[in-house]
């Protein structure tokens, strides 16, 4: 069994075709799809379609729970300037109709279980930890989890292989019995965040990231991908739109400067 893992598009189609046109080369099984699908100023409709179109087994995360309790409030997806606010005011009913089919989770067989933050909850980060401090002497509030945080995040989860995202850093840890392996993010490669302390997560690249998962006979082996796309087309269009924040981590990989904003 070979598996292609995307996560964390957030509407970057330039990326998505990039990491697609990828997959195609590498003979995989099947791809699936970690959810943070559309959230962003960029292209969240077109970034819908092309996903639809391909139906990857797919599951929803955070920022979907969001643009859809945004959906349900009276006037809500009439437009803003946060993430949400955008992609709510560019989908179609027939979006809609699919982000609300999306489990929250879902096991794709015996041996893999899909989640976007851990199989607790899709705010949680599973690989790494925030803690206080952020800019005190360089930190940037996150840290890679230790091995007890990651198995108490594992829950009752008894699959050999645990597939998240949400964080957008791009990892595999063995757990006892179990391999959690985050693919990164395809669409967007650093933000900053306030929950639940300040912290800054930057990939130090502008490549699309994704993994690539493969059964042999060793056990699974893991290939951690970057390819690289159109990114400072992507980062004009973000400036464009006002979001100076995704300009400069699109362009860099890097935050410009920690604003805590909506990413």
Known sequence: MKLAVISDIHGNLLALQAVLADIARQSVDQT???GDLLSGPLQPAETADLLMAQGFVSIRGNHERQLLALFDQPGGAAGSAT?????ASQLLPAHWAWLR?????????DEVLLCHGTPASDLHYWLETVVPGCGQGGSAGV????PAEVAARLGQATHPVVLCGHTHVPRRVACGGTLVVNPGSVGLPAYDDVHPWPHVIETGSP???YALLEKTAQGWQVDLRAVPYDHLAQAALAARRGREDWAHALATGFVKRPVFADF
């Open 83 to 87: 993430s949400d606010g955008y992609a």
């Open 143 to 146: 840290r890679a989890a230790t």
């Open 207 to 209: 490549q699309a990231r």
């Open 32 to 34: 699936v799809n970690l």
């Open 101 to 109: 089919s999306l489990p929250a989770s879902r096991a794709l067989n």
